[in-house]
């Protein structure tokens, strides 16, 4: 049987919290609960809040100079690596531009990893990032062609051939 690293940790939390009779005082915060759609970055001396919602990437925030659609339309058509490794912050920067690497992923790097992203390796911390970027020559192609697939896939479901439904 296969457990996935989250389930595992999970489990080991649990445990952990089970041994020390603190499983009574959990609150658990599920994805429904309204602080889960906020996330901040303190960046340019002040703290922003993140797009939340699709219409929100259409829209610029601080500290962004753009909306974070404009970087994302862009990605695909960026150039490949010829390395066999790069910094994080380096792979970013090529894919979605120097604001995307300084302020969100360099946070992000920070907050998971404890470590800045331009030492960090793209091919250690983000290995299918890295090999969609060595196959594909984009990060956002392969993405979006699994989400079409899913939505056929998604959308026949149940459905008979001939049917009016």
């Not at 649990?14 to 609960?33: C, G, N």
């Not at 066999?84 to 912050?89: A, F, G, H, L």
């Amino acid at each position: 049987m296969f457990y996935s690293r989250f389930v595992l940790r999970t489990l080991l939390s649990y445990f952990k919290l089970h041994r020390l009779q603190l499983e009574d005082h959990i609150i658990p915060v599920t994805s429904a609960h309204h602080t889960t759609r906020n996330r901040f970055i303190y960046a340019k001396n002040g703290i922003h809040k993140l797009p939340s919602s699709l219409s929100s990437l259409f829209q610029r925030k601080e500290p962004f100079s753009k909306s974070l659609a404009s970087y994302l339309v862009k990605e695909p058509f960026q150039r490949k690596s010829k390395l066999n490794d790069e910094s994080i912050k380096d792979f970013f920067e090529r894919r979605f531009g120097s604001e995307i690497a300084t302020y969100l992923v360099d946070a992000f790097c920070k907050g998971i990893y404890a470590g800045k992203s331009s030492e960090l390796s793209i091919k250690s911390c983000f290995p299918s990032l890295f090999a969609s970027d060595k196959k594909y020559g984009s990060v956002i192609h392969p993405w979006w062609n699994a989400v079409k697939a899913r939505s056929r896939h998604h959308c026949c479901r149940g459905v008979k051939i001939g049917s009016r439904r």
